[in-house]
T-cell receptor
Framework: GIQVEQSPPDLILQEGANSTLRCNFS?????LQWFHQNPWGQLINLFY???GTKQNGRLSATTVATERYSLLYISSSQTTDSGVYFC???????????FGAGTRLFVKA | DAGITQSPRYKITETGRQVTLMCHQT?????MFWYRQDLGHGLRLIYY???????DKGEVPDGYVVSRSKTENFPLTLESATRSQTSVYFC????????????FGPGTRLTVT
């Protein structure tokens, strides 16, 4: 089945810094989402982005489907950005979703 | 708009007991999903359903049973709970028309002693 790798596994930032999180996948996908799991365990949808580029405030994402990767950019990080960021993908049938192991982000005040 | 809810939020049960986790969504989404999340890991798909009375296995279905008699409900049953099923369980739903985007419930933390 499809493999999903996220990097880096852990990231510590000073408030105000920018960061880039990466998601590599081993096969073509027709479904890719980025989620933020906050410290209370809630999974928050960030982007649905099987291809192309999207922006939402300080966050933006780009998926280059032909090269099998997606990037999540966080600019001017805030302490509330702390948590775990997951990339999730699906290919054949779309709904059999595979999650990466996540990037754990801690933003220091 | 309640969205997607799960009950109970916390459950402690003993090995060998049957336990059912409930999931309810108010969006009339066609697709519903069950995932488990173990400490330090991402989520793994247990079962999903494309519509009432249509279900299919995910990555880790062994030890679990699902049913979907109504579009809005998707219960997950552990017929004989084992310690390895101690986990946080998330339910999700998706509209399924033109998008595979999934929306998650708050999770149920299950401990099997």
């Amino acid at each position: 089945g499809i493999q999903v790798e996220q990097s880096p596994p852990d990231l510590i930032l000073q408030e105000g810094a920018n960061s880039t999180l990466r998601c590599n996948f081993s096969d073509s996908v027709n479904n890719l989402q980025w989620f933020h799991q906050n410290p209370w365990g809630q999974l928050i949808n960030l982007f649905y982005i099987p291809s192309g580029t999207k922006q939402n405030g300080r966050l933006s994402a780009t998926t280059v489907a032909t090269e099998r990767y997606s990037l999540l950019y966080i600019s001017s990080s805030q302490t509330t950005d702390s948590g775990v960021y997951f990339c999730a993908v699906g290919n054949t049938g779309g709904f059999k979703t595979i999650f990466g192991a996540g990037t754990r982000l801690f933003v220091k005040a | 708009d309640a969205g997607i809810t799960q009950s109970p939020r916390y459950k402690i049960t003993e090995t060998g007991r049957q336990v059912t986790l409930m999931c309810h969504q108010t969006w009339s989404h066609s697709y519903m999903f069950w995932y488990r999340q173990d400490l330090g890991h991402g989520l793994r798909l247990i079962y999903y359903s494309a519509a009432a009375d249509i279900t299919d296995k995910g990555e880790v279905p062994d030890g679990y049973v699902v049913s979907r008699s109504k579009t809005e409900n998707f219960p997950l049953t552990l017929e004989s709970a084992t310690r390895s099923q101690t986990s946080v369980y998330f339910c999700a739903s998706s509209d399924g028309s033109g998008t595979y985007e999934q929306y998650f419930g708050p999770g149920t933390r299950l401990t099997v002693t």
